[in-house]
Nanobody, 125 residues
Framework: QVTLVESGGGLVQAGASLRLSCAVS????????MGWFRQAPGKEREFVSG????????EYTDSVKGRFTIARDNDKNTVYLQMNSLKPEDTAVYYC??????????????????WGQGTQVTVSS
């Protein structure tokens, strides 16, 4: 059984930082690119960041470039999202997802095979 479990969300003030983690089990972690998505109330789920199988390639949506950093530890089967300088518009449920691919980074929800349950991030102004 494949499980992805996110943690690290919470309520913070604008300008603060959070580090999200996603622990993965039930699959060969280094065969999967990983991604973070978010969904705010009333909005569609959107791509935030992705990382290739080896970690050599990363992608970010424009609104988080320079503030968020994605990383993975293939020994721990875990992917991270370091979020700095948080803004109220970053408020959303954040999901991690796994994408079986041989190279590159997926950016569309349809690219991803497995999803976590999400963790809430709320940024107050």
């Amino acid at each position: 059984q494949v499980t992805l479990v996110e943690s690290g969300g919470g309520l913070v003030q604008a300008g603060a930082s959070l580090r999200l983690s996603c622990a993965v089990s039930g699959l060969t972690f280094n065969f999967y690119a990983m991604g973070w998505f978010r969904q705010a109330p009333g909005k569609e789920r959107e791509f935030v960041s992705g990382i290739s199988r080896s970690g050599a390639s990363t992608e970010y949506t424009d609104s988080v470039k320079g503030r968020f950093t994605i990383a993975r530890d293939n020994d721990k089967n875990t992917v991270y999202l370091q979020m700095n300088s948080l803004k109220p518009e970053d408020t959303a449920v954040y999901y991690c997802a796994a994408d079986w691919r041989t190279r590159g980074v997926g950016v569309f929800t349809a690219d991803f095979n497995y999803w976590g349950q999400g963790t809430q991030v709320t940024v107050s102004s």
